[in-house]
């Protein structure tokens, strides 16, 4: 019996080092466009192998309870991986949500069945799988509200907010390491799990939606924390590696959020950012703007040798990336030679444009960063904005007193002519004015992104209908 059950231990052993190799693959080959699918793959094949090397366990005595939990699992997920593209990152806070609630669960049914004889380590490493697991469900539901517009996208602010939010934080470090030293102190358990929730919820409100991308990551860096934290509960090597490669690439895509916008963790985390500047409004009001019909731009457009498509968020609300493919056909057609300026931040989630462009079949080398494609704006005859405000704001590089100031912009005001398809002149998520739209050289082309790119494509085809 003993040799069986070494037999199959060693079987689970190398399924499990299969499915670290596979994590490990997975997210070196979704770091490039051109071997995503590939990494999306190996990072299925290798869930796979973990569940099934799980299902091996010989410690599980029922599969009832897990077969009913895998078709109410599947029940659940299914549904949320079929999403619109536009979707995807409200979708992708909501899978942290469940990820952390489901850490926290483990952690808190560990510790009461080891309760009171919880050894030190043991208890720190519970303690903190259940604080990062709790501040990350709540935080990921907010997000998710944020993302989904069920919640308000300006930061809700009130005074000594961040007094407040790290004194919760505060207290659930204290009581965890009161419980560390104390774990018979079983009472205290409940209270370290409520904080954290709490603190999820009063951290999220008060950020605005320009910083959802780096809250994102930032949350799945908690998330797969957590996940490691729970491997060393439960001593799983699989889970440690694979929370590990989660925390780690999702502080890092953090940092790079970060670096994008020129802002510290601190401030996106504290700092309010996104709230309506009143000169906003008051600029509005004083200013005038040029405008131009649809048959005007696809004249411009037709007679340009190069142009550069800035994709943001009013694309992919508009749901507009593939009338976008269409623009993109029609005037390559023509011999325009045209390509697209990724900005880091630009949408709701890291790489977001990316994604939307993918789904309608763009070439991955008409994709250009922000960094490559800077030095080219003088030589462009036209910049097309779809729907992105702050990642094009020259105000980031003159006004030393506006919130984005110091923030890496795509230079779009460089090129010769400015075309900007917005629906009206509200400020964007950083709640501040944009003066390139006030600029001799840009044309503003009011209406839903979608229709607007569909009446330039029919004007270019000729179809006037």
Known sequence: ??????????????????ASVLFILSLKWMSSPATAQRGVRAGEIGMVLAIAGTLLHHGIVDYKWIAIALVLGSGIGIPLGMVHMTAVPQRTALSHAFGAFCVTLVGTAEFYLRTPNVPRFMMAVLSMEVILGSLT?????????????????RPLTYKGQNFVNLSLLGASVAIAVYLVIHPEAHQLFPVMIAVP?????????????ADMPTVISLLNSYAGLSAAAMGFVVDSKLLIIAGALDGSSGLILSIIMSKAMNRSFTNVLFGAFGQVQPAAVAGQEEKTVRSATAEEAAGILAAANKVVIVPGYGMA???????????????TKRGVDVRF????????????MNVLLAEADIPYDRLIEMDDINGDFPQTDVALVIGANDVTNPAARTDTGSPIFGMPILDVDKARTVMVIKRGMSPGFAGIDNPLYYLDKTLMLFGDAKAFVNSIVHELSGNTH
């Open 1 to 18: 019996m003993n040799t069986d059950l070494a037999g199959n231990q060693q079987i689970i052993e190398i399924i499990y080092l299969i």
């Open 137 to 153: 469900f709540t935080g990921s539901l907010m997000a998710a509200g944020k993302l989904q517009e069920i919640l308000p996208q």
């Open 197 to 209: 929730l709490l603190f999820g919820v009063l951290m999220i409100v008060p950020i605005g939606g």
């Open 317 to 331: 609300v508009a749901q507009a990336q593939h009338k976008v493919r269409e623009l993109y056909d029609a005037l």
């Open 341 to 352: 300026a990724i900005h880091p931040v630009a949408g709701r989630m890291p790489g977001h």
